[in-house]
Antibody, heavy 120, light 108 residues
């Protein structure tokens, strides 16, 4: 079945780095644009970043631009989010999601999420 | 950037009642590029509706979406126990795609 599984979350100190992964299965990963969306504790959904199907073009929310890097490895069916210089306000559950129909199309499926806590 | 405003913030209903959720956009959403998601506590969001009115695979027909332009509605004809959750709308007609702030459907 179509599935996304995130990993790599945990506690990270401000200013350190962390890499999240999202393993895809059940569909042709290299055909789809992929996103990261986050949700701070008790808050709503915030789009973070997108990488085109071929890994070339990438776009970011202003809140993470210059600090986070989205990438993908199509032969490994894996999406990544490299977080550098994290701040307390980056504390959230991070979800990966597949875009449908267009680069910013509807998201389906979503992974189960991985929690990142930025704290000293 | 298109801003989506959902109302009400919280909807208190009894099982079996009808739920009507609103999503208003700050500017027109072209091609009815609007989706709805349900998020149960402790779970990831799940797609319910895309293209403003098309049900996603496996979504029961008690869920329906309508609207165009700047005003969209999600209707649950008879709320079931698993429908007590938070609902988000999302527009994907212009970049970046944006979400509404959510409507919580709670048990009355």
């Amino acid at each position: 079945q179509v599935q996304l599984v995130e990993s790599g979350g945990g506690v990270v100190q401000p200013g350190r780095s962390l890499r999240l992964s999202c393993a895809a299965s059940g569909f042709m990963f290299s055909n789809y644009d992929m996103h990261w969306v986050r949700q701070a504790p008790g808050k709503g959904l915030e789009w973070v970043a997108v990488v085109r199907y071929d890994g070339i073009n990438k776009y970011y929310a202003d809140s993470v631009k210059g600090r986070f890097t989205i990438s993908r490895d199509n032969p490994k069916n894996t999406l990544y989010l490299h977080m550098t210089s994290p701040r307390a306000e980056d504390t959230a559950i991070y979800y990966c999601a597949r875009a449908n129909w267009s680069i910013y199309g509807w998201f389906d499926p979503w992974g189960q999420g991985t929690l990142v806590t930025v704290s000293s | 950037e298109i801003v989506l405003t959902q109302s009400p913030g919280t909807l208190s209903l009894s099982p079996g009642e009808r739920a009507t959720l609103s999503c208003r956009a700050s500017q027109s959403v072209s091609s009815n590029s609007l989706a709805w998601y349900r998020q149960k506590p402790g779970q990831a969001p799940r797609l319910l509706i895309y293209g403003a009115s098309s049900r996603a695979t496996g979504i029961p027909d008690r869920f329906s979406g309508s609207g165009s332009g700047t005003d969209f509605t999600l209707t649950i004809s008879r709320v079931e126990p698993e429908d007590f959750a938070v609902y988000y709308c999302q527009q994907y007609s212009s970049s970046p795609g944006t979400f509404g702030q959510g409507t919580k459907v709670e048990i009355k």
